[in-house]
């Protein structure tokens, strides 16, 4: 699986819009892209995922760049709740189900 | 349905005691994951199941750790002769028996917090 670099933390302030950046300049033409986040004392929770097209469900959207060696969530109206470690991972379909989770970024929203 | 159950939520145990931790999936998902995740550190993979076979298992399962899935439902995971390193949150998790990108739509328990004195 290719690898991901994310930026250790980021800060946002409270209804504005969270950019979280992800690059996988090694990602191949079968592998998608997933984001998870963790809340403090729970277990990770599937955010959203994509392969090319851009993505957009109730929690966030994703935008992958055109030669989809990067990629960035957007939380659009950030809420103290989204306070959370936010992993972004790249995974082949069918490839054994093993997610590698990096450090992630730790965003702190704050009011 | 109310998600991935894990139990105990809180161990605490002496070195060298045997502890077992349990996890319920989400009942009609076939396949099954134990992480470890010690503080600071994003989740480690432990070992995978589909149905009741364990298909995948990490080098950080030791022999002192064994896992089972009998009947392919629950799991439980028992970490013999404990040692302080394995001090960690043990997470179970699900996901549905799919030949699509779902397939790697994880469902996470809340986790098993260990801490071994």
């Known amino acids: 699986d290719a690898k991901t670099t994310q930026p250790p933390s980021m800060d946002c302030a409270e209804g504005r819009a969270a950019n979280l950046p992800c690059n996988h300049s090694t990602i191949s033409g079968n592998e998608y892209v997933y984001w998870y986040r963790q809340i403090h004392s729970q277990g990770p929770q599937y955010i959203i995922h994509g392969l090319k097209n851009n993505e957009t469900n109730e929690m966030a959207s994703l935008i992958i760049t055109e030669d989809r060696k990067s990629s960035t969530l957007i939380l659009p109206h950030a809420t103290l709740r989204d306070t959370a470690v936010y992993y972004c991972i790249v995974r082949r379909l069918l490839a054994g189900n093993m997610l590698t989770f990096g450090g992630g970024t730790r965003l702190m929203v704050k009011p | 349905d109310t998600g991935v159950s894990q139990n105990p939520r809180h161990k605490i145990t002496k070195r060298g005691q045997n502890v077992t931790f349990r996890c319920d999936p989400i009942s009609e998902h076939n396949r099954l994951y134990w992480y470890r995740q010690t503080l600071g550190q994003g989740p480690e993979f432990l070992t995978y199941?589909?149905?009741?076979?364990?298909?995948?298992k990490s080098r950080l399962l030791s022999d002192r750790f064994s896992a089972e899935r009998p009947k392919g439902s629950f799991s439980t995971l028992e970490i013999q002769r404990t040692e302080q390193g394995d001090s960690a949150m043990y997470l179970c998790?699900?996901?549905?028996?799919?030949?699509?990108?779902?397939?790697?739509?994880?469902?996470f328990g809340a986790g098993s917090r260990l801490t071994v004195l």
């Open positions: 199941f589909q149905n009741e076979a364990q298909l995948e």
């Open positions: 998790a699900s996901s549905p028996r799919d030949r699509s990108a779902g397939a790697n739509v994880l469902t």
